[in-house]
């Protein structure tokens, strides 16, 4: 065990040292850290629906009518009347035949991935991919070759120049998670059509965000029915948890007989899967909408509040938007500074982003309030500017 400990000690040494952070009571604009409030700026429950009012109620119903496990995997005895209901919603959300649901958003596209492509096919994969994207290519034993982040000539020619005897699989972000910024979905899905490939696109962080009616990012640019594989989560827009896939029939037929991280897992419990449902629900509203236009109106106003303070904030086009810092040590202790003013921001480190790349990433969610946003701007700008980073 010596090793280990060493292996650890290397890890604080390069500032790449991680714990966890226990946050009391539900995640909401403002938690207990530590035993003190903070104003949380490092989730993912982007619309604020992790305690809403229908979402725990649907849970509490589901639990007391179903119990709170489905006892095996959905091709033993795990399949619900609920997990049923909930794949027929999505599939009428995304505007496709059929959907399936997932445990996570890794185990979906660990899944997904190598059930559509092996030995022979060929993976085109945007560089700044989720990790879960490239654990699923690697996984699948294709060919996997990544592109330059967004970069669609230099895609163009690496589809044009690799011979593949099989399939073809374009595979990106809709969002990409570190950065804040939207895939090109118009360019790939031109593409894609010339070169006969499939599309796929993991919209974790667009699901419930994007789009006129929350659609996510293929709405957003007008291609959902250029794009074969829709994946997401439930968990980040929509409060829940889990993922999904939509497409058509035949592709969710395929995954139910060769995904492995369906086949061989307990599937969700009823009160995860109840909540779900009444999320989409919500989101497909007009209060959904109401909530999306205040997203927007909060990382507008956040956004340009840090450009007009020298921020570099990486192109970011969505609610996440980062701050771009350079190396590990300065991004820590800028997340320090921060927590000690009442403002939880996560550092960003390798492995999660290349090294100096580190930055804080800041999420922002509807329940937050202009005054909130205001302060916590200007203690981002005292903070930076005492660090030089600004």
């Known amino acids: 065990m010596n090793e280990l400990r060493e292996e650890l000690n290397v890890l604080r040494q390069q500032g790449l040292f991680r ?47 179903y ?39 890794y185990a979906a596209n660990t899944g997904i991935i190598p059930a559509l492509v092996g030995k022979g096919d060929v993976i085109f994969s945007d560089r700044l991919n989720h990790a879960s994207i490239v654990d699923g290519a690697l ?12 970069d669609m000539s230099a895609l163009r020619r690496l589809l044009a120049s690799t011979d593949v005897a099989g399939r073809r699989l374009i595979v990106t972000d809709g969002v990409f998670s570190m950065d804040g910024d939207l895939a090109p979905l118009t360019e790939l899905a ?25 659609r996510g990012s293929a709405e957003l640019c007008g291609v959902v029915e250029e794009v074969d594989v829709q994946m997401g989560t439930m968990g980040k827009g ?47 509203s007009p209060a959904g909408a109401d909530l999306r236009r205040q997203l927007a109106r909060n990382t507008a106003l956040f956004r340009d509040s840090l450009h007009d303070a020298g921020f570099n904030t990486m192109g970011s086009e969505t609610q996440i938007v980062p701050i771009f810092v350079g190396e590990a040590e300065p991004t820590m202790e800028f997340s320090r500074r921060l927590l000690a003013e ?10 999660t982003v290349p090294a100096g790349s580190c930055r804080l990433r800041c999420t922002l969610m509807a329940t937050h309030t202009e005054s909130q946003l205001e302060r ?15």
């Open 19 to 65: 714990s966890m952070r226990v946050i009391g009571g539900p995640q909401a604009g403002r938690v207990i850290l530590d035993g003190r409030e903070v104003l949380l700026l490092c989730s993912n429950n982007y619309l604020g629906l992790a305690d809403h009012p229908a979402l725990k109620e649907a849970a509490i119903r589901a639990v007391e009518r």
């Open 342 to 351: 009442g403002f939880f921001v996560q550092g960003i480190r390798p492995p």
């Open 238 to 284: 929509l409060g829940s948890c889990g993922a999904y896939v939509a497409g058509s029939r035949n592709l969710i037929e395929l995954l139910v007989n060769k995904a492995r991280s369906f086949i061989f897992s307990t599937s969700l419990p009823p009160g995860v899967l109840a909540a779900s449902l009444a999320a989409v629900d919500l989101v497909d």
């Open 376 to 390: 916590a701007v200007t203690a981002i700008g005292k903070a930076g500017r005492a660090l030089g980073i600004t």
């Open 139 to 150: 996984l699948s034993r294709a060919k996997y070759i990544r592109y330059p982040h967004k």
């Open 190 to 214: 031109a593409l894609k059509r010339e070169y006969g490939a499939l599309l796929m696109v993991d919209d974790a962080h667009g699901t419930g965000v994007l789009g006129p009616t929350g």
């Open 67 to 105: 119990g709170v496990s489905s006892g095996a995997s959905r091709l033993v005895s795990g399949t619900m009347e609920l997990h049923e209901a909930l794949e027929v919603r999505l599939a009428a959300f995304k505007g496709t035949e059929s959907a399936l649901v997932f445990n996570s958003g």
